[in-house]
């Protein structure tokens, strides 16, 4: 057998090997996206919102150590565990301290021994606690008045209660206090005709003060009984939580494997599930609102931003006051504030609750085509026509920096996930880093042979996605600066401004001038689907972790949200 044969044979089996992973492959995602079944939106259900606990609540932060300390030891850290335990004891101990001063502030009180309260009040247990203060000098002095010390009692009153008299509990309440010098007895005085006498005055007084400091619930030595396995336990609770609520249910109980990112069903889309229609132009850009997602803003060509609710497809809302089409739209991570991009030069900044402009940034010269808040949600991120990419403070309503190096129009700007990074994506061809702090570009890709019309990173910020007018969409390895894999089958070549986007870190889904949502495999670079309902090119297609829906926007003027309809078989 000749060589060429040989190579020839080779070339084949390896081919066919080839096939059969591929096959193999899609075989398995399809029986992963296939092990769902649609139970729909909680609505109802209560969200792990800040009010739940108080992360700064003392108790709280203890609880948050001990079970911290507890998992150490389980897992055999024991170095790590003393570490951590020593610096929280130094607080428990502080607190032990605080304890005792409680005590013999509370028995100085029932004992009538001032000079000692004096001695403790001094301390930061009582000192700040003016109100409290001024309970016991009122209580102090009212004695003086009982044992008929006037003398005492006069300067009393002007060294230690005349200075806080604005804390008096009723309007007149000094000035009948002024008015005991020369009573007969406490009981002559309005504000004091109830006083109890000596012994339960002092008795509500140790109650006031034990109210106000809440300390009777607090363990002496910090040894508190921590369930077994507590922390663990809570993660499952969380894990549980997520599943339970979201859109789609796993048939079988699935295995996580990270807890650094919320549990999000893998399912692959095949179906149309709702068209939202109102727009009077081509659908530009399209954006669900916040992490949670539970309304969508999309951004036209007839110069307005619409609202609408993700699960009955309803608009919200019409966002007027642009005075040329939305290239792009951005919201913050709560989901309070969207920011919009036009080609009227001005970038603005909207209330969801509201529907109202609140902000307009207007340093671009022309046409702004992309915006993106910062993972903080105080900055944004804009470029445009005019070469500049610009860093807005969102609070201060301000400008903060500007970003000069393209050679032409700069069509996407992004944020790496740590918040550090800004890249941008360009019709000269290139993707640009650019580091914050300093201004400078640190890091430029000119790999692309057209125009750059979109790029995206997944959440851990290892890997970045581009579509470009070359007709592919292209990943690439951040840390390396290296191509990973190229994404063809779409097309991307004429027509401003087709985007893609990852989904679930395992796929990557984009728009095409053919009217197609496509999705791509991360792994192999195949396409996995083919979405097809719009009659015009699909500029971008959006997927929401939270909702498991994809959202797309087209030239035909209409939104479409896409979900995996169990009814119809999935063919990959």
């Not at 109830?194 to 809440?214: D, T």
């Amino acid at each position: 057998m000749s060589d060429t044969s040989a190579n020839s044979n080779l070339d084949q089996r390896t081919i066919e090997e080839n096939d059969e992973l591929d096959s193999n492959r899609r075989k398995s995602l399809a029986a992963l996206a296939t092990a769902h079944h649609h139970v729909g939106a909680h609505l109802k259900c209560i969200r792990p919102t800040e009010d739940i606990f108080n992360p700064e609540d003392p108790k709280i932060r203890e609880d948050i150590v001990r079970m911290i300390i507890q998992y150490l030891s389980d897992e055999g850290y024991t170095a790590s565990k003393m570490t951590v335990y020593d610096e929280a004891n130094v607080k428990w101990h502080e607190r032990e301290e605080r304890i005792v001063e409680v005590k013999r502030l509370k028995k100085a009180i029932l004992d009538g021994d001032w000079a000692e309260v004096d001695k403790l009040s001094a301390k930061p247990l009582v000192k700040n606690h003016k109100s409290f203060l001024y309970a016991v000098y009122k209580q102090q002095y009212l004695e003086y008045i009982e044992h008929q010390e006037i003398q005492k009692a006069f300067t009393f009153l002007n060294r230690r209660l005349k200075p806080l008299e604005h804390l008096q509990t009723t309007s007149n309440e000094f000035k009948d206090m002024c008015y005991l010098l020369t009573a007969k007895a406490v009981h002559d005085a309005p504000s004091f005709k109830n006083w109890e006498g000596i012994g339960p005055a002092r008795e509500k007084l140790v109650e006031q003060f034990q109210n106000m400091l809440n300390f009777e619930n607090t363990d002496k030595d910090g040894s508190v009984y921590v369930p077994p396995n507590r922390l663990l336990t809570l993660l499952r609770q969380a894990v549980a939580y997520q599943i339970e609520f979201s859109r789609y249910h796993p048939r079988v109980s699935p295995r996580v494997n990270t807890l650094l990112q919320d549990y999000t069903s893998f399912v692959i889309p095949n179906a149309v599930r709702a068209t939202l229609t109102g727009h009077h132009g081509n659908v530009k850009c399209v954006e669900f609102i916040g992490e949670e997602g539970r309304e969508i803003v999309s951004g036209s060509s007839d110069n307005t931003l619409r609202i609408w609710d993700t699960e009955n497809s309803k608009e919200m809302g019409i966002l007027e006051g642009h005075e040329s089409r939305i290239w792009d739209v951005s919201s913050n991570k709560i989901g309070t504030m969207v920011s919009s991009a036009s080609g009227d030069g001005s970038i603005k900044l909207w209330d969801t609750s509201k529907h109202v402009c609140v902000t307009s940034f207007t340093e671009h010269s022309s046409d702004v085509y992309s915006v993106r808040f910062h993972p903080g949600d105080n900055h944004i991120v804009t470029g445009g026509y005019d070469k500049i990419i610009r860093l807005y403070d969102v609070s201060a309503g301000r400008l903060v920096k500007t970003f000069t190096g393209h050679q032409l129009s700069v069509s996407k700007t992004i944020f790496n996930p740590l918040g550090n990074l800004i890249v941008s994506g360009s019709k000269d061809n290139t993707i640009k880093f650019w580091d914050i702090v300093s201004g400078l570009c640190i890091r430029t890709i000119s790999s692309h042979l057209g125009e750059v019309t979109s790029v995206e990173m997944n959440s851990s910020g290892t890997l970045l996605l581009s579509s470009s007018k070359d007709n592919s969409n292209r990943l690439w390895d951040v840390r390396m600066t290296r191509p990973i894999r190229r994404l063809k089958g779409h097309q991307n070549t004429s027509k401003n401004f087709i985007r893609a986007c990852f989904v679930n870190n395992s796929l990557i889904a984009g728009g095409s001038e053919d009217g197609i949502v496509y999705i791509w495999d991360q792994d192999t670079g195949e396409v996995l689907q083919k979405l097809r309902g719009h009659t015009g090119m699909v500029y971008s297609a959006v997927w929401n972790q939270k909702q498991n829906l994809f959202v797309s926007c087209s030239d035909d003027k209409t939104l479409k949200t896409w979900w995996y309809d169990e009814n119809i078989p999935l063919e990959l």
